[in-house]
């Protein structure tokens, strides 16, 4: 069964170091979206990308936190300094991004705990 | 007002309960209507999926969606002990991201 893959699971970091965190979406889907959760809460939307294009980007905190997916297919999410702020589940989802679809799968996520 | 409201809990029900988790929403732009499961330290996982006002049976869940009293129910029946986890209401518009609610937690005792 086709899945999203998130890496590393767990980070552990401390506060102004830089973190990165990888997605490989389902094969095929043109959507990816990064979602961040705090414990106890819903996921809420950082990025979304169309294909490599970013879509929506309205909710990432542009002064740290970077995304890329080069070639539409993986991503790259980066948080460069890093504050105790940041401490939460990263969670890549894809969908296939054609009209009429709109399932959206999540991968494994990364807990990131920032000291 | 957050545009999603869902009651935390936590439930907690005896084995073969039904169990009731329920969203009310403010906006009535969205048009898709999702619920997702979440076990402990893990990503969510795609329940049900529903377009429509009306009802979506699956198994031993149901969803339900009134539009016009802008409220969500998700229905599981015979519930199980397999069936503790937190449960996240998420809707949205055609190709945007999705809104969740807080998520829901139910534990569910043998």
């Known amino acids: 069964e086709a899945e999203v893959a998130q890496s590393p699971r767990y980070k552990i970091t401390e506060k102004s170091q830089a973190v990165a965190f990888w997605c490989d979406p389902i094969?095929?889907?043109?959507?990816l979206y990064w979602y961040r959760q705090i414990l106890g809460q819903g996921p809420e939307l950082l990025v979304q990308?169309?294909?490599?294009?970013?879509?929506?980007d309205s909710q990432l905190p542009k002064d740290r936190f970077s995304a890329e997916r080069l070639k539409g297919v993986d991503s790259t999410l980066k948080i460069q300094p890093a504050e105790l702020g940041d401490s939460a589940m990263y969670l890549c989802?894809?969908?296939?991004?054609?009209?009429?679809?709109?399932?959206?799968?999540f991968g494994p996520g990364t807990r990131l705990t920032v000291l | 007002q957050k545009e999603v409201e869902q009651d935390p809990g936590p439930l907690s029900v005896p084995e073969g309960a039904i169990v009731s988790l329920n969203c009310t929403y403010s906006n009535s732009a969205f048009q898709y209507f999702m619920w997702y499961r979440q076990y402990s330290r893990k990503g969510p996982e795609l329940l049900m999926y529903?377009?429509?006002?009306g009802n979506k049976e699956d198994g031993r869940f149901t969803a339900q969606v009134d539009k016009s009293s802008k409220y969500i129910s998700l229905f599981i029946r015979d519930s199980q002990p397999s069936d503790s986890a937190t449960y996240l209401c998420?809707?949205?518009?055609?190709?945007?991201?999705?809104?969740f609610g807080k998520g829901t937690t139910l534990s569910v005792s043998s």
């Open positions: 094969s095929g889907h043109a959507t």
């Open positions: 989802a894809s969908s296939l991004g054609l009209a009429g679809t709109n399932e959206q799968f």
């Open positions: 529903t377009y429509s006002s």
């Open positions: 990308f169309q294909d490599e294009s970013v879509v929506d």
């Open positions: 998420a809707l949205n518009q055609a190709g945007t991201a999705l809104i």
